[in-house]
Structures are given as structure tokens and as C-alpha cells.
């Protein structure tokens, strides 16, 4: 099949989002189909084969993301020939969605949309000034009338189709997880990265790698730190990543004098570093209860790193007691509680992390793509277009 892909966001902007496309993308070519992706253009974009870039501005408030300028989006979809093409996929619900729906239905073409993020629980921190109350419900009302202006929708877990369904989106949902390039995560060396930022090989680390973003609760892990320093004062948290919280939180390392325990190394590249760094963890923590599906507990996993986090929303379908993890109760003494033993005991934590890798493997990119290429097929034999 040939798919047009149309998303908001995309490598180099490194995020979620743009991981699940980049491992979709490369599935489906692994399976003999090709894909072409519209998306932002950003400062130092390697130009690729079949991504069309286009020029847009930073986001207010978010300047790591770039919104698309309207008329050059348009531009570059109707240069496309649409017989090249069996199905539009849309990833992301602003710009992208608009001009892919637009085009879908010129075209006589399926669509399908991605329904990657749970907004209702992300525009609050980045529109403070306006009710919290008011912005779910604009989130929600939003995410409806999208959802229902395609023919099918992909929700990455079970909770996320929950949530769809309580929003009233009538469409048909799919629940099919992003999978992981396992290849990516079959190899990793923690103690050559230790030695690069000067972690001592016998100190117990924990870490966490993603977005630095209000939305991932990072601050409870500051939290969850300070409270496991008081047994293991040598701890440290490694923070891999970047985004918008990372000010607030490195004042919130300050506050609470936790400036020799939590080290932020930034955006790490992604084939040899990311992997080392997970590898250099004794324990990878995770708080978010946003998230739709958590791909880097899989990531961790698939490295054998053991893996502590909150089961909350997506990370609810990924997160099994005992296989790779250790699902922690919601309140800071009792994550530290679940989390200082693995700290302590190199052998526990390395048995949690090697019972962790089998069950990663089930969640491979060719499991999952095979899903997507399934309701693509659906769709295209049915002769179904885009909802009018």
C-alpha cells in the first residue's frame, strides 16, 4: 500500500510522537509498502527521502515545536499526486489534522487518525492563565469533532479508547500500541557511560529519559529522590532530555538541595547514547499519568533495565508486576518504599530487568505494524472514504 502521512511534529524534534511515525514508517517499508510524511520544517533538518518539509515558526511558549504555515502546508499537499496514494494517516490534531482531512476528502481517500496525546491533561500547562475546567472541555469537544472527521481512529491503549469513547467520538476506534525497533535496543554500554559524565561505577542510579515537560511529573521524582537519599544519600537521578520544565525543575534541584543527586544531561543521540544511558541506570522511574502508552518503559525494558513507575492511563497495558517492572503506589513514600530495594541490590534489580526483555519483545514495530497494514487493508478494500 502507499500511505500519505501528515503530522505536526517529526524528527529532529525529538518527542513521542515523532518516535511512533519514524518506527511506523520503517515497518511499513520493512513489509514492501511506502510512506511519504508531511511535517514541519525545523533549524537543521537533514533533508530525507519521501519527508516533505515545510517552513512554519516556533510555538509560543514551546519554541522546541514549530507550527506550519497554513498556505505552505496546502501548497505542499496539492503537489502531490494523489493517485500515488491508497490512504491518508494523520498524526497530530492541529494543522496537520485540517489540511489531511481537507485533502482526504478531495481526494476520495480513507483517512486515519493517530490519536497519540491525551490533551485534556496537557493544555493547563501551557495556557495557565485560562480555567483549568475550560480547557478540558475544549480539549475534549476538540478532540471529538476530530476524531469523528475520519474514518477510523488509532488509539494507543486501552485507556485512550476509554477516554475517546467517554468524549462521545463515534467513529470506529482501534486500539493498536506504537511498537519499538527492537534492533535499536539490543545493545548498550552503561559503564562507558558512566565514565563519560564521571559516575562512579559502584553509585546507585536511577533515571528517567523523555520530555522534560510539566505533564511527565518529574517533580514528584525530585520528591521520590530526596526521600531515598535519606537511606542511600550516594543516589543519583539522571535526567535525559529536554522541553519546557527544565528551568523550573533545576530551581526545584536547588530548593531542595539536591544538586549533588540530580545530574540533566539533555537530548542524547538516539542509536548509541540513548541506549547507554538506560544501561547505565540500576533503575529506570516513571510518574506521568498522561501518558497514552509510555514507549520508554518498553525501551528500558528491552535493555533489561528494571523499571519502576506509576500505572496510570496508557502505561496501564504496558506495565505488568514482575515482568521487567515494579508498579509503584501514587505517593512518594511509597514509590521510594517500592523503589530503594532495587537501589540496593544490584542482583534483584539485574532478575526484574532480564524478565523484562522477552515480554518487550511482544511489543515489537513488526507486531504492531502488522495491526496498522490490517485496518489499512480493511478500509481500502471497503472502498471507505473520509466522513463528511
Not at 515497518?27 to 508531511?38: E, M, P, Q, R
Not at 537533514?46 to 501548497?75: F, K, Y
Not at 475546567?133 to 488509539?155: F, H, N, P, Y
Request: some cysteine; aromatic content about 8%.
Amino acid at each position: 500500500m502507499r500511505i500519505l502521512m501528515v503530522s505536526d511534529v517529526y524528527f529532529p524534534r525529538v518527542n513521542g510522537v515523532s518516535t511512533s511515525i519514524q518506527t511506523l514508517r520503517q515497518a511499513l517499508a520493512a513489509a514492501g509498502h511506502t510512506s511519504v510524511l508531511v511535517a514541519p520544517d525545523y533549524p537543521g533538518a537533514q533533508a530525507e527521502a519521501d519527508i516533505v518539509r515545510v517552513p512554519g515558526w516556533p510555538v509560543p511558549r514551546d519554541p522546541e515545536d514549530r507550527l506550519m504555515h497554513l498556505r505552505a502546508l496546502a501548497a505542499a499537499l496539492d503537489a502531490l499526486n494523489p493517485a500515488d496514494f491508497d490512504l491518508v494517516h494523520i498524526h497530530t490534531p492541529f494543522l496537520a489534522h485540517r489540511a489531511g482531512v481537507r485533502w482526504a476528502r478531495k481526494h476520495q481517500l480513507p483517512s486515519v487518525e493517530t490519536y497519540h496525546t491525551l490533551f485534556e491533561e496537557y493544555f493547563h500547562h501551557y495556557l495557565p492563565f485560562l480555567p483549568k475546567a475550560w480547557l478540558a472541555a475544549a480539549a475534549r469537544m476538540i478532540s471529538r469533532k476530530e476524531c469523528d472527521g475520519v474514518t477510523a481512529v488509532i488509539a494507543p491503549s486501552s485507556a485512550m479508547k476509554t477516554a475517546l469513547e467517554a468524549y462521545g467520538v463515534t467513529s470506529p476506534i482501534h486500539i493498536i500500541p506504537t511498537g519499538i525497533r527492537m534492533a535499536d535496543f539490543a545493545n548498550c554500554d552503561g559503564p562507558a557511560f558512566r565514565a563519560r559524565h564521571g559516575i562512579d561505577p559502584a553509585r546507585p542510579v536511577m533515571s528517567y529519559v523523555g520530555r522534560v515537560a510539566f505533564e511527565k511529573n518529574i517533580d514528584f521524582l525530585l520528591a521520590v529522590t530526596e526521600t531515598v537519599r535519606r537511606d542511600l544519600p550516594e543516589v543519583l537521578f539522571v535526567i535525559a532530555g529536554e522541553g519546557p520544565a527544565r528551568a523550573q525543575l533545576e530551581r526545584a534541584v536547588a530548593k531542595r538541595g539536591l544538586a549533588d543527586n540530580v545530574r540533566f544531561v539533555g537530548y542524547l543521540e538516539r542509536k548509541t547514547e540513548l541506549p547507554a544511558c538506560y544501561c547505565a541506570a540500576d533503575v529506570f522511574v516513571f510518574a506521568s499519568k498522561t501518558e497514552t502508552q509510555g514507549l520508554v518503559l518498553l525501551e528500558a525494558m528491552a535493555l533489561g533495565v528494571p523499571v519502576v513507575a506509576l500505572a496510570e492511563m496508557g502505561t496501564k497495558d504496558v506495565l505488568h508486576e514482575g515482568a521487567g517492572c515494579r508498579i509503584a503506589p501514587d505517593d512518594v513514600e511509597g514509590f521510594a518504599r517500592t523503589l530503594l530495594p532495587l537501589l540496593q541490590d544490584r542482583a534483584a534489580a539485574r532478575a526484574l530487568g532480564e524478565a523484562g526483555k522477552p515480554y518487550a519483545a511482544g511489543w515489537s514495530e513488526g507486531r504492531m505494524a502488522d495491526a496498522v497494514i490490517g485496518l489499512y487493508r480493511q478500509l481500502g478494500e471497503a472502498g471507505i472514504a473520509c466522513a463528511a
